[in-house]
C-alpha cells in the first residue's frame, strides 16, 4: 500500500503543533511545468513537529532588524537614480502588499518606482477601487496589462478541468511580467514582498535570503498551460496563435542575463506583518476592505481584487484540505494575533464554505453551467480526505481530531 496520495502528498494529515498548517500544503512548483497528474511535495516540519513557516517565524524575533534594515540602504543606493527616471519596479494589483511596497520605498526610502499590474482574471469592485486609490492617493505611475479574453477565459477552462487550477493562467503571467517590463523600460532592480522562508517553502537556513530566484520565471523547456504544451493547446483552438500565449511565456535565461536584473525580497529586509502592511495602506494609500466577508474565511482585506480568489482558495480546500480561514489563520497565529485555540474555532465555523458570492460569475466566465463544474470539482477529491456518504461528501482527518 502506497503512503502517498493523489497528487503525491503524505497520506497521513499531520498538523503543524503551533500554527493550523498541515503536511498537505503544497509547494508551488514550477508552473509552466504543470500538467495533469504532477505529483507535489508538501510543507517541511522540523522533529519537533513545527512547520518550516513557524519556525522561520521564531528566528525572526532573533533577526536584526536595524541592521537588516541598513542593508536595505546600501542596495537601494547602487541602483537610485537622480535624474528622475524610475529605478524600480513594483509588481501588484493595487492590493496592501504592492501599495505598502511601492509607497514604503518612494517615501521613506527615496526610490523613484514604476508600478506594473497585470490584470487580476475578473476585477471585483473594492478591487479595481483599491488599484485606483494605489495610483491616486498613493501617487504613483502605472502600466495596466490586461491580457486577451477570449485566450484567458479559455485557458482558465483548461486550468479548471485539467488541474482544478483555475487561476494558473493569471499566476504565469504576473510572475513573468515584472521582469519583462523591467527589460522594456531598462530598469535593472524589481522588488517583491515577502521571502519564500515566510511560507515554510523549505528550511529557513536555506531559503533565508533577499534575492529572488530567476528560476521562477526563466524556462528554456516546453511550456505547459492548463496542463497542455503549448503546440496542444494552438492545435486544439484554431483562433489561438503564439502571439496570444506570449504574455503567458517565461523568459529565457539570457534574457535575464543580459539585462542584469535584479530582483530583491522587501520582507527579507524590513519585518513583514501582514496586518500593519494593511494598516499603512489603509493610511497611506487609501486601501479599502469589502463590504461584507469573504466567503470561506473571517476577514474582509486580503486577496479580495479577484472574483477569481474565492473559487481558487475552495478548489485548495477540496484537493489538498487546506482552506482560505486556515491559510489566515495561521498566518495570524504566528503573528500572535490570535490564539491557536480561537483558530480551531475559526475554521470550524467558516473553512471550507462554498464561495457563493463569485460562483457564478466564475463558472460563466469558463462557459461551465454549475452542475459542470462541480463534477469537475467532486472529482478532484482525494480519498484519504473526502468520503461520500448518503449523497453527501464528508471531511475526513478534520480539526477535531486535533490535540489543542
Request: charged share 25%; glycine share 6%.
Amino acid at each position: 500500500m502506497t503512503n502517498t496520495t493523489k497528487f503525491g502528498l503524505p497520506k497521513k494529515v499531520i498538523h503543524c503543533k503551533k500554527c493550523l498548517m498541515t503536511n498537505q500544503k503544497p509547494f508551488s512548483i514550477n508552473e509552466t511545468k504543470n500538467k495533469s497528474g504532477s505529483k507535489k511535495s508538501g510543507l517541511l516540519f522540523n522533529e519537533d513537529g513545527y512547520c518550516y513557516a513557524c519556525v522561520y517565524n521564531e528566528h525572526k524575533n532573533k533577526i536584526d532588524w536595524d541592521l537588516r534594515e541598513k542593508k536595505l540602504r546600501e542596495m537601494l543606493s547602487k541602483f537610485r537614480k537622480d535624474d528622475g527616471s524610475y529605478d524600480c519596479i513594483i509588481s501588484g494589483s493595487g492590493g496592501k502588499d504592492s501599495q505598502f511596497q511601492a509607497h514604503i520605498l518612494k517615501d521613506k526610502y527615496g526610490m523613484n518606482p514604476l508600478t506594473v499590474t497585470y490584470s487580476p482574471i475578473l476585477y471585483t469592485n473594492v478591487g479595481f477601487k483599491n488599484l485606483q486609490n494605489w495610483i491616486k492617493i498613493g501617487g504613483f505611475d502605472n502600466y495596466l496589462f490586461s491580457p486577451n479574453g477570449k485566450v484567458l477565459s479559455t485557458l482558465a477552462r483548461e486550468s479548471f478541468i485539467n488541474l482544478l487550477h483555475p487561476i494558473q493562467p493569471f499566476k504565469l503571467g504576473i510572475k513573468t511580467f515584472a521582469a519583462k517590463m523591467a527589460i522594456k523600460m531598462d530598469i535593472q532592480l524589481i522588488i517583491y514582498g515577502e521571502p519564500y522562508a515566510e511560507y515554510g517553502s523549505a528550511d529557513y537556513e536555506q531559503t533565508d535570503s533577499p534575492t529572488y530566484n530567476e528560476d521562477w520565471f526563466v524556462n528554456d523547456q516546453e511550456i505547459y498551460i492548463g496542463g497542455l504544451s503549448t503546440s496542444e493547446i494552438i492545435k486544439k483552438y484554431n483562433f489561438i496563435n503564439e502571439v496570444d500565449l506570449k504574455c503567458y511565456m517565461p523568459l529565457k535565461s539570457q534574457e535575464v542575463k543580459n539585462h542584469n536584473l535584479n530582483v530583491e525580497f522587501l520582507g527579507w529586509y524590513l519585518r513583514w506583518d501582514p496586518q500593519e502592511i494593511y494598516y499603512y495602506a489603509v493610511k497611506n494609500c487609501g486601501y479599502e476592505v469589502d463590504d461584507q466577508r469573504t466567503d470561506g474565511t473571517y476577514g474582509r482585506y486580503t486577496g479580495i481584487d479577484d472574483k477569481f480568489e474565492w473559487l481558487h482558495f475552495y478548489c485548495q480546500y477540496i484537493k489538498f484540505g487546506i482552506g482560505r480561514c486556515r491559510f489566515d489563520v495561521s498566518q495570524e497565529i504566528r503573528n500572535g494575533h490570535i490564539t491557536r485555540e480561537e483558530g480551531i474555532l475559526l475554521c470550524k465555523k467558516y473553512e471550507g464554505n462554498i464561495p457563493d458570492r463569485y460562483l457564478e460569475d466564475c463558472f460563466k466566465y469558463m462557459k461551465l453551467t454549475n452542475s459542470e463544474a462541480f463534477k469537475i470539482i467532486d472529482n478532484f477529491r482525494p480519498d484519504h480526505l473526502w468520503h461520500l456518504k448518503n449523497n453527501s461528501w464528508e471531511r475526513l482527518q478534520e480539526l477535531d481530531q486535533l490535540n489543542k
